[in-house]
């Protein structure tokens, strides 16, 4: 809703969105954010207590939503909450530096959205820590695809069998990510 209503007030220059993504964000960072470790949880459950998963997607989308606030007001607090996330996305879900094996059903799309919303960030010339994370988790997905159909797994550390079924959006994930390299050339 955020990256939303940041994209209406950039194309339409009306004031009222970018307030509605401000006030979204405001009530978002103070429900699911953990500043001191980045982490972006996931949901608050129906008694209102926060469930406290932890994925790509939720640090991903918002890190797009901190950036595109930061482009709309120029505000450095927004860009300081996208790189705590960015570094939460490197240390917490990862390891050895390459993103954690994901999930099956829609949780095999996740890492997919972060990746896409990383790559925004690493775009910055003060962010090739967050581009050398990029390439390097591109390099291990693709060194470990399946030969058979070179389709990438849920672990990016190992090559698939061939008789893994590898579900679309799991595979989907590796793609986004390819797709985001040529965006960080010079």
Same mark, same amino acid.
């Given at each position: 809703a955020v990256i939303t209503a940041c994209n209406l007030a950039q194309l339409t220059k009306q004031k009222k969105y970018l307030e509605t993504a401000r006030t979204l964000f405001a009530w978002s960072r103070a429900k699911f954010f953990e500043p001191k470790t980045g982490a972006v949880y996931d949901n608050v459950n129906l008694e209102g207590k926060l469930t406290r998963w932890d994925f790509t997607y939720n640090c991903g989308t918002f890190?797009?939503?901190?950036?595109?606030?930061? &482009?709309?007001?120029? !505000?450095?607090?927004?860009?300081?909450?996208?790189?705590?996330?960015?570094?939460?996305?490197?240390?917490? =879900?990862?390891?050895?530096?390459?993103?954690?094996?994901?999930?099956?059903?829609?949780?095999g799309a996740f890492h997919g959205v972060g990746f896409r919303y990383l790559a925004e960030l690493a775009a910055r010339a003060d962010c090739a820590d967050v581009r050398a994370y990029l390439y390097d988790n591109a390099a291990q997905a693709w060194a470990n695809r399946r030969p058979s159909d070179d389709l990438v797994g849920n672990d990016w550390r190992r090559v698939? &069998?061939?008789?893994? !079924?590898?579900?679309?959006?799991?595979?989907?994930?590796?793609?986004?990510?390819?797709?985001?390299?040529? =965006?960080?050339?010079?």
């Open positions: 890190i797009g939503s901190a950036l595109r606030l930061h &482009r709309l007001t120029g !505000d450095a607090s927004f860009l300081a909450d996208a790189k705590r996330a960015a570094r939460h996305f490197r240390e917490d =879900l990862s390891s050895g530096g390459i993103v954690k094996p994901c999930g099956k059903g829609d949780g698939p &069998r061939d008789d893994f !079924d590898i579900e679309g959006q799991v595979a989907n994930s590796a793609l986004t990510l390819f797709l985001q390299i040529p =965006l960080l050339e010079d």
